[in-house]
């Protein structure tokens, strides 16, 4: 039985990308939009975008040969109706929340995420700035009760590059809030700039793909205010715009956790397990550290989206 194969519809999008960034160059820079280019951190966006493609060629047999592996297993056989690839974006954009909140919580997973944060920018060619590492995560298997549940592998990416064509946009300034139940549903720039922001009441927040509606159910969801606007970039910025040490910076900040001597093997595990910013000796700053502290400094926030109650 011959699988089905379909088109990759996000390298068929990178001329409307490359003509998406132009048009919003010049809306910020002679219509006064708001939003900021700065040359040398765009283009190493479109390095790490590249690289990304690249990768996906040279890696991308690796989720690929699994998940058709696992295909065999299916419990179901959903088939190619309209409703099949429906139901698939659905349910793999709720798998790309989960992705997405784990690859803020957990350091293994943050190594490969943490580019896509790296710029102080943000604008169309933020989107671009993508990992070259995703495979070596092994994060595919979370697409594994997809296949089991019936939905073939080729429909999974398929639906799943409509998913990222989507998130391309909403990358950017120039666009403001929007209708209430555009925002009430679906992923916008609003949304997203709390997500790329380092404001301690931002952090860790708004995961979502193409629905925002998952952030909302599972309390992840964040408003972004007039009065605490987005400043990006990740806690502790590298100040690089290498884009070799853009994407390769935190693997090795974490393998040389991982092997400096002295700690125990649970700390060891702990330094690719648990969340960014947790150390052995207490010396650095997790989000929830930094939660705190903003909270201690600025008790009347306190309980609001995003920030803890304050403790006595």
Not at 60 to 73: A, E, I, P, R, Y
Request: charge should be neutral.
């Amino acid at each position: 039985m011959n699988e089905p194969a379909f088109f990759d519809v996000t390298l068929l999008a990178v001329p409307l990308y490359l003509l998406a960034i132009m048009i919003e160059l010049v809306v910020v820079r002679y219509w006064h939009r708001k939003g900021e280019f700065e040359t040398r951190d765009a283009l190493t966006s479109l390095l790490m975008g590249t690289g990304n493609v690249v990768a996906g060629l040279l890696l991308g047999f690796v989720s690929v040969t699994t998940l058709l592996w696992v295909w065999q297993f299916r419990f179901f056989d959903l088939g190619l109706h309209w409703w099949v690839f429906v139901a698939a974006f659905i349910f793999d954009d709720l798998r790309y929340y989960w992705y997405h909140r784990i690859a803020h919580r957990v350091r293994w997973v943050w190594a490969e995420h943490v580019n896509h944060h790296s710029s102080q920018h943000y604008n169309l060619t933020t989107a671009l700035r993508q990992s070259w590492t995703g495979q070596i995560t092994g994060m595919f298997i979370l697409q594994v009760p997809l296949v089991l549940l019936g939905f073939h592998p080729a429909v999974i990416a398929f639906v799943y590059g409509f998913n990222l064509i989507y998130q391309f946009w909403i990358h950017t300034e120039a666009i403001g809030k929007m209708w209430k139940p555009v925002e009430l549903i679906f992923n916008t720039p609003s949304h997203h700039r709390v997500h790329h922001a380092t404001n301690p009441r931002y952090l860790d927040a708004n995961f979502a793909g193409t629905l925002i509606i998952w952030d909302r159910l599972f309390g992840t969801f964040v408003e972004e205010l007039p009065e605490d606007m987005p400043r990006y970039g990740i806690v502790r910025n590298i100040g690089t715009f290498n884009p070799v040490r853009v994407a390769f910076h935190e693997w090795v900040g974490m393998l040389k956790d991982v092997f400096a001597p002295g700690l125990s093997l649970r700390q060891r595990l702990m330094y690719m397990a648990a969340p960014p910013g947790w150390s052995h000796d207490g010396s650095r700053k997790t989000s929830e550290d930094l939660k705190a502290d903003y909270v201690r400094l600025h008790p009347e926030e306190a309980g609001k989206p995003g920030l803890p109650e304050s403790r006595s």
